[in-house]
């Protein structure tokens, strides 16, 4: 009986110990996980979620069923020297190559981690595209969330891209 006790209470330590070193952090049942980039989330209401393939594009997506919203999650490894400043730098540099008119950035943070939002504008013949882009970095990583959508589902879109990063857990 003291044998299986203490099988049990180095069992608990263990697991208490390896969520520790992860953060404590546990997906919700439901959630979208995503083993490529590290993270889990809850998908917003009507929303599908698909992760990212080895032979698709390198991104993790999320598609409104009855519109053209899009919310796009990816991660790349930053070099040394680099941070979120760098990172901003370099996707808002990105964003005006290809065309969009880029507000002003302000502060945010995702599941503790430091970043930045910032709204974009896309015009072309088919009309007006407008976008968010919430980047943020931990531990050495540059996560960048895109959501991208018409004028009219623009503030409906925002208010559940808000919702989901909100349920964002690093695993």
């Known amino acids: 009986m003291i044998a299986l006790l203490l099988t049990v209470v180095v069992g608990l330590g263990g697991w208490a ?44 997506r999320f598609l409104v069923a009855d519109g053209p919203g899009t919310i796009t999650v990816t991660a790349v490894r930053l070099s040394k020297g680099q941070d979120l400043a760098r ?6 540099g990105f964003d005006e190559d290809a065309g969009a008119t880029l507000g002003e950035s302000s502060r945010a943070e995702v599941d503790g981690a430091a970043g930045v939002v910032f709204d974009i504008t896309m015009e072309d013949g088919d009309g007006t595209t407008l976008g968010r882009e919430v980047l943020f970095v931990r531990e050495g990583t540059a996560w960048r969330v895109q959501l991208a959508d018409d004028e009219p589902g623009f503030e409906a879109s925002v208010r559940q891209l808000d919702d989901m990063l909100a349920t964002w857990r690093f695993t």
């Open 17 to 60: 110990l390896i969520s520790w070193a992860r953060g404590g952090a546990t997906c919700e049942a439901g959630a979208f996980e995503s083993q490529r980039f590290g993270y889990c989330v809850r998908a917003p209401g009507g929303w599908t979620a698909e992760a990212a393939s080895d032979e698709g594009p390198a991104l993790d």
């Open 87 to 92: 990172f901003e730098q370099f996707v808002r």
